[in-house]
């Protein structure tokens, strides 16, 4: 799942990722993404995360990106 999301055009690095089941059945996904400056959180970089997701039944999703100009982890590291 990493290396396929990791290869989407706009991707640059992906961090704090989640995946677990609720029920061996419903899995559950999230995680962080530092993308491509410019590139918003409704942009098509998100549906093809989305995307390939679906092809591991991941069937519910948190995917949260942040514009390489500022990303969030520095914030994160500077917290812990």
Do not use: C
């Not at 996904?29 to 093809?48: C, L, Q």
Request: glycine letters at 4%; a neutral charge; zero cysteines.
């Amino acid at each position: 799942i990493f290396n396929e999301i990791e290869n989407v055009p706009g991707i640059l690095k992906i961090y704090d990722i989640h995946l677990w089941s609720l029920d061996g059945k419903h899995n559950i996904f999230s995680m962080k993404a530092t993308v491509t400056e410019g590139i918003k959180n409704d942009d098509p970089v998100r549906k093809k995360v989305e995307e390939a997701l679906l092809k591991y039944k991941i069937s519910h999703s948190t995917i949260e990106l942040s514009d390489s100009k500022y990303p969030s982890v520095k914030q994160e590291q500077k917290f812990l």
